[in-house]
């Protein structure tokens, strides 16, 4: 059993800044890609950032220049430095990470229980 704790949500003013974290347990042999997602109410569930094992990585257009994602492979965690934030940003955020829970194992998707975010104007 893969477990992610999120942490680091809460109010903050436009403007502002958060820095989202996420520690993965339990049964883990191998993580490949970690990233976060948000889903706002109302809306779908939609991809802010992700990042490879290597580092690479990806972000939504709408947070380019302003979200940074960071990993520590040792720790199994992922990052989300999120600045300049805007009302529109206001979501509950979810940790994803993409792995296996035995060497035999087919790749899956685990799930955090999600941080809320919320940016007031």
């Known amino acids: 059993q893969v477990q992610l704790v999120e942490s680091g949500g809460g109010l903050v003013q436009a403007g502002g800044s958060l820095r989202l974290s996420c520690i993965a347990s339990g049964s883990i042999f191998s993580i490949n890609a970690m990233g976060w997602y948000r889903q706002a109410p109302g809306k779908q569930r939609e991809l802010v950032a992700v990042i490879t094992r290597g580092g690479s990585t990806n972000y939504a257009d709408s947070v380019k220049g302003r979200f940074t994602i960071s990993r520590d492979n040792a720790k199994k965690s992922v990052f989300l430095q999120m600045n300049s934030l805007k009302p529109e940003d206001t979501a509950v955020y979810y940790c994803?990470?993409?792995?296996?829970?035995?060497?035999?194992?087919?790749?899956?998707?685990?799930w955090g229980q999600g941080t809320q975010v919320t940016v007031s104007s």
């Open positions: 994803n990470a993409r792995g296996r829970s035995r060497w035999y194992a087919n790749e899956d998707d685990y």
